[in-house]
């Protein structure tokens, strides 16, 4: 049990409460769905992740650089629906989350790297409004994990002091910066991982609903 009792609790989204929205594996889906090589856009998409999920490149100018920075046999609009379908919601870990929020008794914020665009779109289609106070995002943050200015800005917004707050990511190199910081951190291996670090906080669900995976 953790002595200094935990008053925020830190999410990510990708790989915690839904699939990541643009990782590789959905590129290289777009790149055999309409017909492209996946090589070069790959090279051009590293190029251009760092300013488009910092904030400063809009989906349509991230677009322009990486997809249409040559003539294509297909629409920009078809592509962009292609992106928005590779999110799914993950309704177990949603689910226990929604538990956790309906207690009142810890502030809860998402805190993920992600662009303006798709974390909009995200926060709607998983249901994350009634569940989190706040999104913590790259692209609104002006810095991505695991950059130690990230989590430097995305506490000072937070007002959060490290020993009272718990971070939950799937991704350890995205946990080690913020640990130094003396923040709590739960490697999101599984909703039940999650649920098991937690408790370990003790933060557990109420019971009210069933949340089997």
Known sequence: MNDAPIELILCDVGGVLGTNGWDHESRASAAEQFGFDLGPFEER????????????????????????????????????????????????????????????????MTMNNESAELNAYRVDLFGLRPIFSAFLTSAYVGARKPHALFYEKALAIAHADPARTVFIDDRPVNLDPVRTMGVHCVQASSTDAVRAGLAALGITASGAAALTP
């Open 45 to 108: 998409h590293e190029e251009a992740l760092d300013t488009w999920e910092s904030g400063r490149m809009t989906l349509d100018e991230y677009l322009d650089f990486s997809v249409f920075n040559v003539d294509r046999p297909f629409g920009r609009e078809d592509f962009k629906a292609f992106m928005l379908s590779q999110s799914a919601p993950n309704p177990v870990a949603l689910g226990f989350m929604a538990d956790l929020a309906s207690q009142n008794r810890w502030r809860m």
